[in-house]
C-alpha cells in the first residue's frame, strides 16, 4: 500500500484543483511513483486510440442506420462524417484549453471547465456527465438483457427470442433479471476494478474488433442479397412530403450527438500517454475509426433492410436472413458480438462516470487511487444504481432522446465552445 507523505501541519496533501482522480504522468514521474505505478511507462498510441474509439462506438451504432431511413443515404452519411469533424474540433479546444502556459496540465474535462468558470462550471459539468453516462450504461444493460434473454410485449414491444432462449429454451436462468446480475458479477465487477484507464487497452482493442466483425457479418449479407437481386438500391435522400416530415429530420440530432460524446475521457487518457504531444493525432486516428465503423454500419444496415429498418438494428436481425443453413447461425454471431462489443465497452464509460462523481462528491479530498475504501464504496454503488434502472427502465430510447438532446450536447459542444470563447 502506498503512503502519502504528511504536510508539516501533520494533515495528508488535499486533492489539486487539476487532479481528481489520476496521478500525473506524461513527464510528472514522480506522480508516478507516488501512485504505486513505477513499473508504468506511460501508454502507447495505439493503446489511446483503442481506449478513445471504444469510448465512442457503444449502444448508438445501432440507432445510426435508423437515422440514415429518416435523412437518406447520402445525407445521413454526410452527417455521419460532420459529427466525426466536429467532435474532433472540440476535443481539441478542451485539450488546448488544458495546457496553459504556465502551471500543470490538466488531468480532466472538469477541471478545464472549473478554470474558466469556477467551482459552478466544474460542478455542472460533471453532473452532465454522470447523468449522461449512468444513462448510457443502463441503456447497454438493457441491451444486453434483450439479446441475451429476449423480449416480450410486457417490455414495450413485440415478442423476440434471445439468444439464450433460442439456445436454451425459457428457463429460469435465462430470464433477464438472473443473467443481468450474473454478467455484472463475472464481467463487469472485474473490469471496473481497474485504477487506470490503461489497464483496458486490450479489451478495448477486443470491443473495436468486435464492432469489425458485426460490420463485416452485415457487409457480406448485404452484398450477397445485392447481387441475387433480393435488396435493391437503397433511397438516397430524405423523403419530405409534409410539415410533420420535416420536423422528423431533426429527431436524428439526438442520435447523432450521442453517438460521438467522448470529451470526458479525452483527459485521462492524455495524462496517462508516453507523450501527451501525441494527443492530437490520436483523437485524429480514433475518430476516422470510428466514422468508418459508423458509416459502414449505417450503409449495409440500411441497405439490408431498407424502409424496414428498426430503431435498433439489432432487431432486424432476429428475422429470417433468408440463409436456410447458416441464416440462424449468422444471426447468433451478429446479435453476440455486439452483445460482447457492449460489455467491454462498460467499464470504459463506467470509469469516467466514477471519476465525475468522486469528483463532484469530494472536490477536496485525496485523489480516488490512494482511497481504497472509497473507491470501493463509489464503485459498488454506482454499479447497484446502474443495474436497478436496467431493471426497471421501459425503454432504452426515452433514455437516449432525453440525453443526446440535453447533456450529451452540453458536454459535446456547449461547454467546450464556452471554453474557447472564455
Not at 460524446?261 to 487518457?269: D, K, V
Request: include cysteine; charge should be neutral; aromatic fraction near 10%.
Amino acid at each position: 500500500m502506498t503512503v502519502l507523505p504528511l504536510a508539516r501541519d501533520g494533515r495528508r496533501p488535499r486533492r489539486p484543483s487539476r487532479a481528481p482522480l489520476l496521478p500525473r504522468l506524461g513527464g510528472d514521474h514522480e506522480g508516478a511513483e507516488a501512485a504505486g505505478d513505477c513499473g508504468f511507462d506511460g501508454a502507447s498510441f495505439s493503446g489511446a486510440v483503442f481506449n478513445l474509439s471504444t469510448t465512442v462506438v457503444g449502444a448508438g451504432i445501432m440507432a445510426l442506420p435508423a437515422t440514415v431511413k429518416v435523412l437518406g443515404l447520402v445525407l445521413g452519411l454526410a452527417m455521419i462524417v460532420l459529427g466525426a469533424l466536429l467532435t474532433e474540433a472540440s476535443i481539441d479546444m478542451i485539450l488546448r484549453a488544458g495546457r496553459p502556459p504556465s502551471g500543470p496540465r490538466a488531468t480532466s474535462y472538469a477541471a478545464v471547465v472549473g478554470e474558466a468558470f469556477g467551482s459552478v462550471g466544474r460542478a455542472l459539468l460533471q453532473t452532465c456527465v454522470i447523468v449522461n453516462n449512468l444513462g448510457i450504461l443502463v441503456v447497454y444493460m438493457i441491451i444486453i438483457g434483450d439479446v441475451l434473454s429476449g423480449t416480450s410485449p410486457a417490455d414495450g414491444g413485440g415478442h423476440h427470442t434471445g439468444v439464450l432462449d433460442g439456445w436454451f429454451g425459457r428457463h429460469w436462468w435465462t430470464a433477464r433479471s438472473f443473467v443481468l446480475l450474473v454478467t455484472t458479477l463475472l464481467v463487469f465487477a472485474p473490469l471496473i476494478s481497474f485504477k487506470r484507464v490503461d489497464s483496458l487497452r486490450y479489451t478495448s482493442a477486443l470491443s473495436v474488433a468486435l464492432a469489425l466483425v458485426f460490420v463485416v457479418v452485415a457487409a457480406g449479407i448485404a452484398v450477397v442479397k445485392l447481387i441475387d437481386g433480393s435488396i435493391g438500391v437503397p433511397r438516397l435522400l430524405p423523403e419530405i412530403a409534409n410539415q410533420a416530415s420535416f420536423w422528423k429530420l431533426f429527431t436524428t440530432v439526438p442520435i447523432l450527438v450521442t453517438a460521438y460524446i467522448c470529451q470526458y475521457s479525452a483527459h485521462p487518457i492524455e495524462s496517462e500517454l508516453k507523450d501527451p504531444s501525441q494527443m492530437k493525432s490520436i483523437t485524429r486516428a480514433a475518430m476516422c475509426l470510428c466514422s468508418t465503423v459508423y458509416v459502414a454500419t449505417s450503409l449495409f444496415g440500411f441497405m439490408l433492410f431498407g424502409e424496414q429498418t428498426m430503431d435498433d438494428v439489432l432487431v432486424n436481425f432476429d428475422t429470417d436472413m433468408g440463409f436456410p443453413i447458416y441464416g440462424a447461425l449468422l444471426n447468433d454471431i451478429v446479435r453476440g458480438s455486439y452483445v460482447l462489443h457492449l460489455m467491454l465497452v462498460f467499464p470504459i464509460i463506467f470509469y469516467s462516470l466514477r471519476l465525475n462523481l468522486d469528483g463532484l462528491l469530494f472536490p477536496l479530498a485525496i485523489p480516488l487511487t490512494y482511497d481504497g475504501h472509497r473507491f470501493a464504496a463509489i464503485t459498488v454503488g454506482l454499479m447497484g444504481a446502474v443495474f436497478s434502472g436496467a431493471n426497471f427502465v421501459p425503454s432504452i430510447w426515452d433514455a437516449f432522446q432525453f440525453t443526446g438532446a440535453t447533456v450529451a450536447v452540453a458536454i459535446g459542444f456547449i461547454f467546450p465552445g464556452a471554453v474557447a470563447l472564455r
